[in-house]
């Protein structure tokens, strides 16, 4: 866990009365989930997020320099506190150092958005051992361990915590993405109940595709002639139903996976 940067006391100088989301996985100002970090802080969150410099790097899109420091100053500009984090989620020990963190730093997490994920293409016949553990260790065990850390370390009041996961549907040449998501799904699920002593509600959403810069220009106009809406999903999409499911209203939905996608078949 590197490259940690912080933004202090809120620019008025009052004392920090609200309440803290901890976001993973925004990396590019395009993501979703750099979207839900400014959709919380507009809604009243002080945000901690993390990001990671090497998956973006090797993928298509590459690293987007000075992203993470963009973001900071734009939530700050919200009034919000934030701290942004470089984790390797892929390192069992990273989950409990990130909570160390955000805790010395922000405080006590009330709730938990994990958008972060590790997505390589391939499928049942190329799919590398190493690549199906990467997956596996980012997206199924660091959310375990992300969530345990949570549960563990709560403090807010019963019925304030929030966890929301974002998952995917995709199967077929896209295996361990998928089967990892799958694994996310559960985990999530079960964290529903085992932590219902806490008043914690917890949830996974499908975007569907969402136009972060991913997509070429085929794909694109699959999506839209698929999509009843007749359009490509975009972050804040997602964005609004996480803050959604963060606010009090959103309270009384619970162990739920919910498809956000436009209604996509």
């Given at each position: 866990?590197?490259?940690?940067?912080?933004?202090?006391?809120?620019?008025?100088?009052?004392?920090?009365?609200?309440?803290?989301a901890l976001?993973t996985?925004?990396g590019?100002?395009?993501?979703?989930?750099?979207?839900?970090?400014?959709?919380?802080?507009?809604?009243?969150?002080?945000?901690?997020?993390?990001?990671?410099?090497?998956?973006?790097?090797?993928?298509?899109?590459?690293?987007?320099?000075?992203?993470?420091?963009?973001?900071?100053?734009?939530?700050?500009?919200?009034?919000?506190?934030?701290?942004?984090?470089e984790?390797?989620?892929?390192?069992?020990?990273?989950?409990?150092?990130?909570?160390?963190?955000?805790?010395?730093?922000?405080?006590?997490?009330?709730?938990?958005?994990?958008?972060?994920?590790?997505?390589?293409?391939?499928?049942?016949?190329?799919?590398t051992?190493?690549s199906?553990?990467?997956?596996?260790?980012?997206?199924?065990?660091?959310?375990?361990?992300?969530?345990?850390?949570?549960?563990?370390?709560?403090?807010?009041?019963?019925?304030?915590?929030?966890?929301?996961?974002?998952?995917?549907?995709?199967?077929?040449?896209?295996?361990?993405?998928?089967?990892?998501?799958?694994?996310?799904?559960?985990?999530?699920?079960?964290?529903?109940?085992?932590?219902?002593?806490?008043?914690?509600?917890?949830?996974?959403?499908?975007?569907?595709?969402?136009d972060?810069?991913?997509?070429?220009?085929?794909?694109?106009?699959?999506?839209?002639?698929?999509?009843?809406?007749?359009?490509?999903?975009?972050?804040?999409?997602?964005?609004?139903?996480?803050?959604?499911l963060?606010?009090?209203?959103?309270?009384?939905?619970?162990?739920?996976?919910?498809?956000?996608?436009?209604?996509?078949?």
């Amino acid at each position: 866990m590197t490259g940690e940067t912080r933004v202090g006391n809120r620019p008025d100088g009052e004392a920090a009365e609200r309440p803290l989301a901890l976001v993973t996985g925004a990396g590019r100002s395009a993501g979703i989930a750099s979207s839900v970090v400014r959709d919380l802080a507009r809604a009243g969150w002080d945000v901690a997020f993390t990001y990671w410099t090497p998956y973006d790097a090797r993928m298509q899109w590459g690293v987007e320099p000075g992203a993470s420091d963009e973001l900071r100053k734009q939530v700050a500009s919200l009034g919000a506190r934030t701290l942004a984090v470089e984790a390797d989620l892929s390192d069992p020990a990273v989950p409990a150092q990130l909570f160390d963190s955000v805790e010395r730093e922000l405080g006590n997490v009330t709730a938990l958005v994990l958008c972060h994920c590790e997505s390589v293409d391939s499928g049942l016949l190329d799919t590398t051992v190493e690549s199906f553990d990467l997956h596996y260790a980012v997206n199924a065990r660091a959310t375990w361990l992300l969530i345990r850390e949570y549960g563990l370390r709560f403090r807010g009041q019963h019925g304030s915590g929030r966890i929301v996961s974002l998952t995917s549907d995709h199967t077929a040449g896209n295996l361990p993405y998928g089967a990892s998501k799958g694994a996310m799904d559960r985990i999530t699920l079960a964290a529903a109940r085992e932590l219902s002593h806490l008043g914690v509600t917890c949830n996974a959403i499908n975007p569907g595709p969402t136009d972060t810069g991913w997509m070429t220009e085929e794909q694109k106009a699959d999506m839209i002639r698929y999509t009843p809406l007749g359009r490509l999903g975009v972050p804040q999409d997602c964005a609004n139903l996480v803050s959604f499911l963060c606010s009090a209203e959103g309270g009384w939905v619970n162990g739920q996976l919910l498809q956000s996608n436009g209604g996509i078949g």
